[in-house]
């Protein structure tokens, strides 16, 4: 049993590093995110601040809770620099040559509009959803573009960042942290209203993507700003459920008494929660996948340390021999 551990697993692991115990670290990170945002709320007013901004209880109250998610991002960092061997994750953060650019936030856009509103146009087509012009307000469209960005971004720095590195640093297949933290990352969806099996595995599928896109091309930014451009397009622009909940802004708005369950749309979950986007993003894993297919990971921040330890490992074995002896 030993021996297999050592196979699988590397020198530098962490106890906590075993994927139930880094899943149950990475809830204990949403927990404490939500401790600090619920603190900073109170003590700054912030959710009656936006009320009287927005000029609406309920667009500033809707706005408040993608701005609440901003604590996973404090959490994370004083988890990164509280615990000194978390820090080779914040190099995952940082800008790179190869997709932590501005190339990254370009493709991420255009990858997070192009599939979420290529299946909101087949349903628009199809006749399962009818959309009417809501109007303009740019100070709401900017609002919320970055509020979406801080709710998605906290997602990704919870799952792709913090959950996927502690599992590349226990287990040398990293399958393990691209399937772990994927089934992480739909598990945390399963209480919004109207989730379904179906929805399900496509909030796993695209978990899959932004995986690959840090296994790739070292590139969580391409995943922050996809996710963030996939639920602003469908919630802000065209007003449909965003995993089950409705924005209170949207440019277009959504005849809800007639929209009906179709092969992009359904009516409690939104494009989310169809079989369509599933097929949509299962298309985009298989083109990563052929075009990368010869490609090893991009990098492993955990080499290093794996290296480190398993020298000092070495060293300790002979005086451990010879206290035996």
Known sequence: MKEFIEKV?????????????????????LVVGEIISSAVFRFLNIQDKLIGWSGSDNVGTFLGDYL???GVWVAFLI???????????????????????????????????????????????????????NGLNWKLIIA???????????????????????????????LVAILVNSIAFMALHIPNPGFTAIAGSQIFLVAIIFSLFVYYYDGVWVAFWFHAAWNYTQNIIFGLPNSGIVSEYSIFKLEAASARNGLFYNVNFGVEGSIGSS?????????????????????????????????????????KHAKIG
């Open 279 to 319: 097929l949509v993003l299962i298309v985009v894993i298989i083109v990563l996948i052929v075009i990368n297919r010869k490609k090893p990971e991009k990098r492993d921040y955990w080499a290093e340390a794996e290296k480190e330890a398993a020298e000092e490992r070495a060293m300790m074995e002979p005086a």
């Open 144 to 174: 919320f573009l970055i509020c979406v960005f801080i709710q998605s971004s906290s997602e990704e720095v919870t799952d792709r960042i913090y959950l996927y590195q502690k599992l590349r640093r226990r287990y040398r297949n990293p």
């Open 79 to 133: 988890f990164a620099v509280i615990f000194k061997r978390n820090r080779p994750m914040l190099k995952a953060l940082a800008p790179n040559k190869s997709l932590n650019n501005v190339k990254g936030i370009l493709l991420g856009l255009l990858l997070g509009f192009g599939t979420n509103g290529f299946c909101v146009l087949m349903s628009y087509l199809t006749g399962d959803i009818k959309l009417s012009f």
């Open 68 to 70: 609440y998610t901003f």
């Open 9 to 29: 697993t590397r020198p530098c692991r962490r106890k906590t590093d075993f994927f139930l115990l880094a899943a149950l670290c990475s809830l204990m990170l």
